[in-house]
């Protein structure tokens, strides 16, 4: 976290702040980072003005002030990536004290990165030829060469420049690829808020019958945007080798259904797995399953895992190399963590063992809730408001007031 010396103080304790949330898509359907921007803006928004300027808005909450940004052009993506950003830019830049971007746009004193930047994705691990093919594809592709301009403004070292990541592991990331902004970067995890009753059985039961799954049998959960890259495909496999009553509901972007129900079918498998499209609100199907399952090739975080242990749900999740959230975790005191997630093989073994112990099952699940009690949204708002006030106060102090 950013050091608070005394000038961070003196503004802290006198200033009610006027904030600027960029967001393209500003709803709770939208991924785990839409989701992390949400829960912010909600627990800051007692604290201080907050405004959200984003192309698609499916939220409302007291206090908060909407901005709708116009999206003349949605594809191709890069060119509305630079609109949104022009557009933002004018609109934020003046009158606000601190403008927070969750997004590839190169202005924004406070900049949340939730995926491995563009950089690091085209050029880690390449040298010599392999390395010359990359910036030959780069200097080849406006939507490249957009992306990583964008990027590379977006981690320059300015005053009051504050860069948020929300693992460990993804500050790693960060350092090797823009050293420059090494000793700007704070790690702010997700949060939850804590379910306020428990999950009974009765509950279990009404949350399977609203969402029309089976009332009997073990019921496994797999949460994601991106199915291909949250590892669904391996999931699919592994439940072919699982028990006929261990069935398996997907909630996610409802675009990506029609190739995997395709897949769910030609493993013979479509009785078994019920495709539920986007939920507003993911708790209940938390409160609906037995398991989350999340053998995910890559996630800087994992924001749904820790959703479903604050639900008590044991989990089982790809290891720190895929996931970030891993690293934070204990293997089997609570959560089973999977070495390699294209493994269909070894996550069925997995699965087999966690569904056939049910002491396992209690262990997990008290270890998953204890784990997730250290992560409320209450006590992380506060870290991202320290950083707030921190790029404030060095940009009062660079402006001599």
Not at 37 to 42: G, H, N, R, T
Request: hydrophobic content about 45%; charged content about 20%; some cysteine.
């Amino acid at each position: 976290m950013p050091s608070s010396g005394s000038d961070e103080h003196a503004v802290s304790v006198a200033k009610k702040l006027r904030v600027a949330v960029l967001n393209r898509t500003f709803s709770p359907t939208g991924g785990g980072a839409e989701r992390y921007s949400i829960a912010l803006v909600e627990q800051l928004a007692a604290r201080h003005e907050i405004h959200v300027f984003a192309q698609e808005v499916d939220h409302s909450w007291p206090g908060v002030i909407y901005h709708q940004v116009s999206a003349p052009l949605r594809k191709p993506r890069w060119v509305n990536q630079l609109w949104f950003s022009a557009a933002t830019w004018w609109a934020t830049r003046q009158g606000f004290d601190v403008v927070h971007s969750h997004e590839n746009t190169w202005h924004g004193e406070v900049q949340t990165v939730h995926v491995l930047p563009v950089k690091y994705n085209l050029f880690h691990a390449r040298t010599g030829w392999r390395r010359a093919l990359r910036w030959l594809k780069v200097v080849s592709s406006p939507r490249l060469l957009t992306y990583l301009g964008l990027e590379r403004l977006r981690y320059a070292g300015r005053t009051g420049r504050q860069v948020v990541v929300t693992s460990a592991s993804l500050q790693s990331i960060m350092a090797l690829s823009y050293p420059s902004c090494r000793d700007r970067v704070s790690v702010i995890t997700p949060g939850i808020v804590l379910p306020e009753l428990p999950v009974t059985p009765a509950r279990k039961s009404e949350a399977r019958a609203l969402l029309g799954l089976p009332a009997t049998g073990r019921c496994l959960l797999f949460v994601g945007n991106d199915y291909r890259k949250k590892g669904l495909s391996t999931l699919l496999e592994a439940l072919v080798q699982l028990p006929a009553d261990v069935v398996l509901a997907v909630v996610g972007n409802p675009a990506h259904i029609p190739v995997f129900r395709e897949q769910a079918e030609a493993l013979k498998l479509g009785s078994r797995v019920y495709f539920l499209g986007s939920l507003k609100s993911v708790a209940i199907a938390y409160e609906a399953a037995d398991c989350l399952v999340h053998p995910t090739l890559e996630d800087t975080f994992a924001m749904v895992v820790l959703e479903a242990m604050a639900h008590g749900l044991p989990v089982l999740v790809s290891g720190p190399k895929y996931c970030g959230i891993s690293a934070l975790l204990q293997p089997d005191t609570n959560a089973i963590i999977l070495d390699d997630p294209r493994n269909a093989s070894n996550l069925a073994q997995l699965l087999q063992a966690l569904l056939g112990q049910p002491e396992l099952q209690q262990r997990l699940a008290r270890g998953a809730a204890d784990f997730a009690r250290h992560y409320q949204w209450r006590e992380i708002a506060l870290q991202q408001e320290a950083v707030y006030f921190c790029a404030l106060a060095e940009k009062l102090a660079a402006s001599g007031r």
